[in-house]
């Protein structure tokens, strides 16, 4: 390493310096680490704000803040916690810089450009709640409530999104948590076994870990990757089934690279072969199963050699993650995933694994699909229903009969553009940035372009601020009252417990940014709203929420934030449980009763299908600009398998384009990263990159928006959820 | 007592809290780091096919690269025994390891920010602060590190970097103590990122299972001391003549000429 250009200053400054430096031995010094200037003091002797429930991730582990004068320095797990404990990952750590953003959203402004290409002018708060209020009502009036359609993400979505919803009485709305991640897992697990999963399965005392797709460690949960993480210490066997080695693939003991939206296949394959060889639990089955008989019919086409082709996994493997799940059977964990709206067949696959539960007796028991048992009577506040109530879209059309909550994405989409079944002509933007969550993003474009009104509140400029007419900064998760947070301690072996938190402000908000609390009801009053209004101010529905559980703020600060009391064993399995192998219902709606596999797309020649999935530093596409967080990761490699690579002449660290089979080019660039750890038939990037809006001055710029290649639509026929890995890239020198 | 550092990469899941929360604590600028995760792989290695992690720090080395190379003042220093009350006074420069805790420190407030330390360092684990320039002594900006979280650690906590780890991956003790979590590491076979030609004593110990480790060593460990390091032997051989100078005031003189005329003859 030479000497660099600071090395010569120093020269130049070292003579300098010797006019001035007094006799060195007069120097004295104290032992232990010089105060000064330059010596940070560390965050241990600053007040500690209690009560923080983050929200860089929708798991919102619980803080302290540390505090010095006014602002806030640092965030750590509350030490009384019995979820995530003194820790928080990166993301949580990282929420100062959210925080303090330099980007941030600080006044209301309103649009005097385009849509698409804004210019902004900072309005008064009147001014913006007036234009919102006088906007929504005409739609209302014109076109009914149904012709506003709104789009939430987080606590703060929640109560402006049941104004909307109960008050006013739009059923438009269309939550990206569900329509572009779990709600498939959540609608197929209650046609299955009764009840949404969750991601409930006791890891931490499973003798068998079985992820399809999860990639615990890229995608990280305190508690959650905890249970993952105390099962593999106690000598649980990993089972992976990923295209990629991914982070948890690295740990496991058997990574099945599986061929792409094959995986009920593999389910299917595996439960027969299970059946076949009479390694079911048969006892669990007799006493909870229907329609057992139907669905081992059913896939009894699955034969070992039929799965290994369709799956492109070798027989022996099948066989070997096969015995291993009925071996130990049954403290196994199925997870159920999280993300499931892959390929448009997901809904089958989400069933078989909810069978495979029931093959197994996996439930109840530990090591098993296991819910905690939480505490009860935190009160629920909301707005009341109007008396006038209109049908979902799907509702209506008798389709999609597993839909989550809300109205397919694409139905209130395809409304808004051909004006069929109804007009939609206001668009209500709350945290979600529909831009980087949706696929196919010029249809958004289109939808929003023909609205009469665009409102966005968000506390970051994020992609889909740029279609708001009116743009509303809110205060972030460390500046407000607001999310009850309730459950049990992360081990479900452990000593039983019970917490109950609530979110409270680690400091206020700075700026003009509000609460959404004072936004809505402000919106409401103006509407016509103002005697339906259940709560002034976020902190009084914080409290009624709590009375029912005789908790007040008051209370949860006396005791350091977090109310801790006994809790109730949650082995066991209830004797009315039911698993539906075969559910005739479904096959009423014109699906398959069994679990089926639905072949995808195969791949065109000269492409990869494009793979995405999450980052430890990143939250969908909310962290992008987070200066500490983007410095961890500021790109998102594209990852490739080293042969096809060679044939590409691709080396690691090349720069690239992708362009996908429709020909829509990536906006940026990324670096290729050649690996074994990668089918052939797949790329591979990280999510949440490359915002187009050049106001978030970090992220822009950096990294693939892998949302902007996926083109291509495919829905879930059961659910009407997005499948987003149907699409088809090359990568191109850049 | 050697205060040392072990991380259980069969444990770390690659989260990063470690790298953010240290920013967070030292008030560390975001393009710097005092710690860092680098991705490895997923790689071929001789036990097959592994994807791990290099959560890197300060080792605190035995004879660690940084402090013979610190150009600034030779001072008295007098260290304290935390738990005993002993002391020890030593001649130091700017940079210097605290003789009863082990853990390599830097005085800032005499730090000239040249960045010899960072240089000499074989595992890059110094950066020089350019925001923070002393203007009594004309700087450059701040060297900075890892100190072990030794504040943190004074006072009973554990370094911020522990204390967020989901994992439990790092392990943070005494690796004098034979009862130590750290030394039991080190029994079970934890080791450091050493060569032939980097064999300084690092206290940052690894351990993990075969593929793992052989993906991190073969990636990860320093095979040359950087080049600072020659000029880190021709300046221990001048220190005595630099303190004499100094005692007569003319340190900066006879140091600048000296140092002048090494770099010369390097270029």
């Known amino acids: 390493m030479a000497f660099n250009l600071t090395r010569r200053k120093f020269l130049q400054t070292a003579t300098l310096a010797a006019a001035s430096v007094p006799l060195a031995n007069v120097v004295t010094a104290q032992a232990g680490v010089a105060k000064s200037p330059f010596t940070p003091s560390g965050t241990m002797a600053d007040k500690t704000m209690v009560g923080g429930i983050c929200e860089m991730c929708f798991w919102r582990c619980q803080l302290v803040g540390k505090v010095r004068g006014n602002k806030l320095m640092k965030l750590e797990g509350n030490p009384k916690s019995i979820d995530n404990g003194q820790s928080i990952c990166a993301r949580g750590n990282a929420g100062v810089q959210l925080l303090y953003d330099r980007d941030r959203l600080k006044y209301p402004m309103k649009n005097v450009g385009q849509r698409g290409a804004p210019k902004w002018k900072r309005i008064s708060w009147d001014e913006a709640l007036d234009t919102c209020a006088k906007k929504l009502k005409a739609t209302e009036q014109k076109f009914g409530a149904k012709g506003i359609c709104m789009f939430p993400h987080g606590a703060s979505a929640k109560y402006p999104m049941q104004y909307l919803e109960h008050t006013v009485g739009t059923p438009n709305v269309s939550e990206a948590s569900f329509f572009q991640c779990r709600g498939i897992r959540d609608t197929a697990f209650l046609a299955t076994i009764g009840t949404p999963p969750g991601e409930n399965v006791d890891m931490a005392n499973a003798k068998v870990i079985f992820g ?414 987070n200066v500490w967080l983007h410095h961890a990761m500021p790109e998102n490699p594209v990852w490739i398998n080293d042969e096809m690579a060679k044939e590409l002449s691709l080396v690691n660290g090349d720069r690239v384009y992708c362009v996908n089979s429709e020909g829509v080019k990536s906006r940026n660039t990324t670096i290729v990263k050649v690996t074994p750890g990668i089918r052939k038939d797949c790329v591979y990037m990280a999510h949440g990159y490359g915002t187009k809006n050049p106001a978030m001055s970090v992220g822009a710029g950096a990294g693939i928006d892998d949302q902007a290649l996926i083109t291509i639509l495919a829905v879930d026929p059961e659910t009407g959820c997005h499948g987003m890995r149907n699409n088809f890239v090359k990568l191109v020198k850049a | ?112 920010g040249c960045g010899a330390c960072a240089d000499a360092c074989p595992y890059n684990a110094r950066y020089v602060n350019e925001n923070q320039i002393n203007e009594e002594l004309g700087s450059e900006g701040t060297a900075d590190k890892c100190t072990y979280c030794m504040p943190r650690v004074e006072m009973g906590l554990e370094p911020a970097c522990v204390q967020t780890c989901l994992a439990r991956a790092r392990i943070f003790g005494d690796l004098d103590d034979p009862n130590s979590e750290v030394s039991r590491y080190k029994k079970m076979g934890a080791k450091s990122l050493s060569s032939v030609n980097v064999n300084i004593g690092s206290n940052g110990l690894y351990y993990g299972n075969k593929r793992d480790m052989a993906l991190l060593t073969a990636t990860s460990t320093p095979q040359v001391m950087p080049e600072a390091n020659m000029r880190r032997i021709l300046m221990a051989k001048m220190k005595p003549g630099f303190n004499k100078a100094k005692k007569l005031g003319m340190l900066g003189l006879v140091g600048a000429v000296a140092m002048k005329g090494m770099k010369e003859d390097k270029e």
């Open chain 1, 212 to 625: 399809l797709g999860c990639h615990f460690g890229e995608n990280v949960h305190v508690s959650h990757t905890k249970r993952y993480l105390k099962g593999l210490e106690n000598g649980a066997k990993l089972i992976i089934v990923d295209p990629r080695f991914s982070a948890s693939a690295a740990k496991a003991d058997e990574w099945v690279a599986v061929k792409p939206g094959t995986d009920t296949a593999l389910m299917l394959g595996m439960m027969n072969y299970i059946i076949q060889q009479g390694k079911h639990n048969k006892a669990f089955i007799d006493k909870h199963g229907i329609g057992f008989a139907e669905f081992k019919e059913s896939i009894a086409e699955w034969t070992i050699e039929k799965t290994a082709q369709t799956c492109d996994v070798p027989a022996d493997q099948i066989k070997r993650v096969a015995d291993l799940l009925a071996d130990n059977a049954p403290n196994v964990s199925i997870h159920p995933g999280r993300h499931v709206s892959w390929h448009g067949n997901d809904f089958q696959r989400q069933r078989s694994l909810g069978c495979m539960m029931g093959l197994l007796g996996a439930m109840g028991v530990k090591g098993s699909f296991v819910k905690g048992k939480g505490p009860k009577g935190v009160g629920k506040v909301g707005w009341p229903k109007g008396e006038h109530h209109v049908e979902a879209m799907h509702v209506a059309a008798g389709i999609y009969p597993y839909s989550p909550p809300g109205t397919p994405t694409d139905l209130i989409r395809d409304a808004a553009i051909t004006g069929a079944p109804y007009p939609i002509k206001s668009c209500v933007i709350w945290g979600q940035n529909p831009i980087q969550t949706i696929p196919n993003q010029q249809k958004t474009i289109d939808m929003l372009k023909q609205m009469d009104f665009v409102m966005c509140v968000d506390v970051m400029p994020t992609d889909i601020t740029m279609y708001a007419d009116i743009l509303l900064p809110e205060a972030s998760y460390l500046e407000r009252y607001d999310f009850i947070k309730t459950g049990t301690q992360w081990d479900l072996s452990g000593k039983q417990q019970q917490y109950i938190s609530a979110r409270m402000p680690m400091v206020m908000a700075d700026f003009e940014r509000k609460d959404q609390v004072y936004i809505t009801n402000e919106i409401a009053k103006r509407m016509g709203y103002g005697d339906k209004i259940p709560v002034s101010a976020l902190p009084e529905m914080v409290d009624m929420q709590l009375a029912g559980a005789g908790l007040s703020i008051a209370k949860l600060i006396a005791e350091d934030g977090i109310h801790l009391q006994p809790g109730i064993d949650p082995y066991g399995v209830a004797d009315d449980l039911l698993v539906y192998f075969n559910n005739a219902e479904i096959a009423d709606y014109g699906y398959p009763a069994s679990p089926t596999y639905i072949a995808v797309e195969e791949v065109p020649a000269g492409h990869f299908r494009l793979l995405y999935g999450r980052s430890p530093v990143h939250t969908f596409n909310r962290t992008q600009n």
């Open chain 2, 1 to 112: 007592m050697q205060y040392g550092m072990v991380i259980d990469i069969k444990k770390c899941v690659g989260c990063h809290a470690c790298t953010i929360a240290c920013k967070a604590e030292w008030e560390v600028p975001a393009d710097k780091d005092r710690n860092w995760v680098h991705r490895l792989g997923p790689d071929n290695t001789p036990h097959g096919l592994a994807s791990t992690y290099y959560p890197g720090l300060c080792n605190h080395c035995n004879e660690p690269a940084c402090v013979p190379v610190c150009p600034a003042d030779i001072i008295q220093k007098t260290f304290t025994d935390k738990k005993s009350g002993k002391t020890k006074t030593l001649e130091v420069a700017a940079t210097y390891k605290d003789p009863f805790n082990g853990t390599v420190q830097i005085d800032k407030e005499r730090c000239l």
